[in-house]
T-cell receptor
């Protein structure tokens, strides 16, 4: 299948800063996008999702932005905390497919 | 609310031994179920998915097999483990193919 990729494999920030994690996708048929957080030794945890009929969605301290023109997805974390340190994956699904495509992940490191 | 369980959490097995990993979902009916493998520092590789009892789709030819004997139970098996079967195995469920996938806690398998 087509790939979903991440621009930065590792992102280091200071506690209190805002973090932005980016993801590029190549399948123009993708219409559903998900961000997951995975802590070491644990299963991925759902953070937020967005469908292709939207370009922005907000949750608690997180915002997902979708730019379909350039096939780009980003996750913004406000006031990053040490507990946000983890690997973040983006995923996409296309046209009701059963099979999602996952990015490799970005490691977010938050320094106190 | 829905919960997903996997066991065992950790498993060390000799090469050539059999394998059985179990995944169960509570609080939902007729979910789509998925098995993934995650190698260290890498993304998620889809192994099998199931859209109903007895229905299994295989994504990657390999030494593993899957079964779904009950609506909310998904089992990953092998008759003879290989060293390359080591990894972190994740089960996931979704209510529909246009919905979010939720992951279990994972099973860490080490084949020696």
């Amino acid at each position: 299948g087509e790939s979903v990729g991440l621009h930065l494999p590792t992102l280091s920030v200071q506690e209190g800063d805002n973090s932005i994690i980016n993801c590029a996708y190549s399948n123009s048929a993708s219409d559903y996008f998900i961000w997951y957080k995975q802590e070491s030794g644990k299963g991925p945890q759902f953070i937020i999702d967005i469908r292709s009929n939207m370009d922005k969605r907000q949750g608690q301290r997180v915002t997902v932005l979708l730019n379909k023109t350039v096939k780009h997805l980003s996750l913004q974390i406000a006031a990053t905390q040490p507990g946000d340190s983890a690997v973040y994956f983006c995923a996409e699904k296309a046209g009701g497919s059963y099979i999602p495509t996952f990015g490799r992940g970005t490691s977010l490191i938050v320094h106190p | 609310s829905q919960t997903i369980h996997q066991w065992p959490a950790t498993l060390v097995q000799p090469v050539g031994s059999p394998l059985s990993l179990e995944c169960t979902v509570e609080g939902t009916s007729n979910p789509n179920l998925y098995w993934y493998r995650q190698a260290a520092g890498r993304g998620l590789q889809l192994l099998f998915y199931s859209v109903g009892i007895g229905q299994i789709s295989s994504e990657v030819p390999q030494n593993l097999s899957a079964s779904r004997p009950q609506d909310r139970q998904f089992i990953l098996s092998s008759k003879k483990l290989l060293l390359s079967d080591s990894g972190f195995y994740l089960c996931a469920w979704e209510q529909g193919r246009e919905e979010t996938q939720y992951f279990g806690p994972g099973t860490r398998l080490l084949v020696l």
